[in-house]
């Protein structure tokens, strides 16, 4: 197989296994199946920072590459990232690319991925796009990109009730071999930024820290993490 373009590296660890769909069960499911390609080839996900977009879309990149399939991923708000990022990458069977938003209005951006939708569906290859708003609402100047965007069903990503953030934690910090009392638990929900993103960024913050000093991660060496002294 020819080498693929910019294959950016995906993260060893994430997949679909880790991540709890609350009220996203049904974005998830057309994900899975996009990555099995068992549904639709073109897919937009979009919704706010913290609700796991770049995760799903890696995960998907890792479940088609499980299943056989060339696969690439590409953040496109990476520092200093170049046009000629996109040439070629219709030889990937399936292509994910992360944070659309981050290109919006760049009229030659716009007619590169323009091209790239046209190069993909007469490939017959699979695309997931994701963005940080509706596709209706992103600034584009390219109104045939837009339309582009719309060849497949859009999903919205909703981030988890207190709940769901609760439970996230647990199972998140059990797979890593962590126990997290209760009162731990409840000062995190507190205290700390109730979203997806920011509790597992947390999680990895009291995971280095605990191997770092050889402690459990109890209520005293969470509340030093986030410089509290109450």
């Known amino acids: 197989m020819q080498q693929l ?21 049904e974005a998830v499911s057309a994900i899975t199946a996009w990555a099995s390609a ?38 496109l708000g990476l520092p200093g ?70 060849w497949g069903p859009g999903y919205r990503l909703r981030p988890l009730d207190e709940v769901g953030c609760e439970r996230l934690l647990r199972e998140s910090a059990a797979r890593r071999g962590l126990v ?6 409840a000062y995190i929900m507190r205290r700390c930024e109730r979203d997806a993103g920011s509790l597992l960024r947390l999680l990895d913050r009291i995971d280095r820290e605990s191997l770092q000093k050889k402690r459990r991660p109890t209520l005293w060496l969470i509340r030093q993490l986030q410089g509290s002294a109450d």
Not at 13 to 22: I, K, N, S, T
Not at 41 to 60: I, N, W
Not at 91 to 110: K, M, N, S, T
Request: charged residues 25%; contains cysteine; aromatic residues 6%.
């Open 180 to 185: 997290l009392e209760a009162e731990s638990l």
């Open 38 to 75: 068992s549904g639709q080839a073109f897919l937009y996900l979009f919704g706010p920072s913290g609700t796991g977009k770049s995760h799903l879309l890696q995960a998907a990149c890792k479940a088609a590459k499980a299943g056989g399939a060339s696969a690439c991923y590409l953040p």
């Open 81 to 150: 990232l170049d046009l000629s990022a996109l040439e070629g990458m219709e030889r990937a069977q399936v292509v994910a690319l992360d944070d659309i938003q981050a290109l919006a209005g760049d009229i030659d951006w716009e007619r590169g991925l323009f091209n790239l939708y046209n190069r993909l569906r007469e490939t017959e290859r699979r695309l997931l796009v994701s963005g940080d708003r509706p596709a209706a609402e992103l600034p584009l100047r390219l109104p045939d990109l837009r339309s582009r965007l719309g």
């Open 5 to 25: 373009p910019l294959a950016i590296q995906l993260t060893p660890e994430g997949g679909f296994d880790d991540y709890l769909p609350g009220p996203n069960a």
